[in-house]
Structures are given as C-alpha cells and as structure tokens.
C-alpha cells in the first residue's frame, strides 16, 4: 500500500468539521490534496498538530497549534503518537510520500524506514511558493 501525508495547516475551519474539510481555508491544503487524489495512491492521511495522523473523514474541532513552536521533547512525542497511530491502521504500508515540513517528518522517517517502509518527499527544498507552482503545473483541472 503506498500512502501520502499531508500536513495540517494555520488557516483552518472556525467549526467542528471533518479533517478533509478543516484546512480548506489554505491554498496550498487544498492543492496539495488535488494533487494526491490524481495520483496513485491508495490513501492519504493527514498530519496534525493536535491530533496526529487524522483519516480524512475523520471530525475535529479547530484548533491553534503548530509543530514548528513546539520543543524537540514534544515533537518526539507527537512523532510517537503517529507512528502508533499509523501502526494501528493495521494494514501493510509499502511506501509514504511525505506532503508536510520537515518538523513533521523529522522524528517519522528514520524509524518507518527502519521498520522497512520507503519514505519519499517529492516537494523537499521547495519553498511554499514552489510547492504551489509545482501543484498548479502538475494537476489538471478536472472537478
């Protein structure tokens, strides 16, 4: 199964919503979702802050808080709860695209690569301008 993981974003929904719908309010959310859904992966999942590895249609309540604040200590954790989050979904994950900053995948890769699981990330070193570019380039504008 290949997976992709996309990362919460700042603007989000001010009500209770589904995770698919919550960060609809930020461009690159909503490209980087047209994105995935136009390739081929067999789910995407999002990365959040709060909550860690959330199903799409799975409802939140909004919130205020980033990885990019948070101490090494709290980021190792909330890599913990992913990854146990991630095991919990109990289905076999072959290979995850990481849509999301380097705090959020920092403590995530070395150790599902470790447990044999590819870890690519196709947008690295691209600022938020380029990942924009490159989704507009890279998606059609079907639906």
């Given at each position: ?95 995850i695209d990481f849509y999301a900053g380097a705090k959020y995948r920092e ?37």
């Open positions: 199964m290949k997976v992709a993981l996309v990362s919460c974003t700042k603007l989000k929904a001010d009500y209770p919503c589904i995770a698919r719908e919550m960060y609809q309010n930020s461009t690159l959310f909503k490209k980087a979702v047209k994105y995935i859904e136009q390739k081929d992966y067999d789910n995407w999942f999002v990365l959040s802050a709060k909550y860690g590895l959330l199903r799409q249609q799975e409802q939140i309540d909004p919130y205020e808080l980033t990885l990019n604040n948070m101490k090494v200590s709290e980021r190792k954790e909330w890599s913990k709860l992913v990854l146990e989050q991630i095991e919990n979904l109990h289905v076999d994950i072959a290979e403590y995530l890769i070395p150790v599902l690569e470790h447990k044999g699981i590819k870890c690519n990330v196709p947008l690295e070193g691209k600022g938020i301008g380029e990942q924009l570019q490159f989704y507009s380039l890279n998606t059609s504008n079907i639906g």
